[in-house]
Nanobody, 124 residues
Framework: QVQLVESGGGLVQAGESLRLSCAAS????????MGWFRQAPGKEREFVLA????????YYADSVKGRFTISRDNAQNTVYLQMNSLKPEDTAVYYC?????????????????WGQGTQVTVSS
């Protein structure tokens, strides 16, 4: 099992940056692939980024590639989401998630554990 707690959300203006953190507690953090998803009001939860358990492979939604970066520090049991050049369309609740699976980690259905989410609001 693993428990996930997101932090770092807030209100920023378009073009600014935020870094979200997801701290994991539990057993071996490195055994989990990690993903970030987001959900805007009235919309389905969507994939944003994911990273393999070793950090060797990363996956990005087309809408954020070049602006967002996912990374992990297995020694600190933490995964990060660096968000640059934020746009109003990025406004959503951001969730981190963990899975023991090694493929299909861009799919919401692959993930077993979820954090509570953190709100990111980007004003124009």
């Amino acid at each position: 099992q693993v428990q996930l707690v997101e932090s770092g959300g807030g209100l920023v203006q378009a073009g600014e940056s935020l870094r979200l953190s997801c701290a994991a507690s539990g057993r071996t953090f490195s055994s989990y692939a990690m993903g970030w998803f987001r959900q805007a009001p009235g919309k389905e939860r969507e994939f944003v980024l994911a990273i393999s358990r070793s950090g060797g492979s990363t996956y990005y939604a087309d809408s954020v590639k070049g602006r967002f970066t996912i990374s992990r520090d297995n020694a600190q049991n933490t995964v990060y989401l660096q968000m640059n050049s934020l746009k109003p369309e990025d406004t959503a609740v951001y969730y981190c998630a963990a899975t023991t699976k090694t493929n299909l980690i861009m799919s919401i259905y692959t993930y077993d554990y979820w954090g509570q989410g953190t709100q990111v609001t980007v004003s124009s």
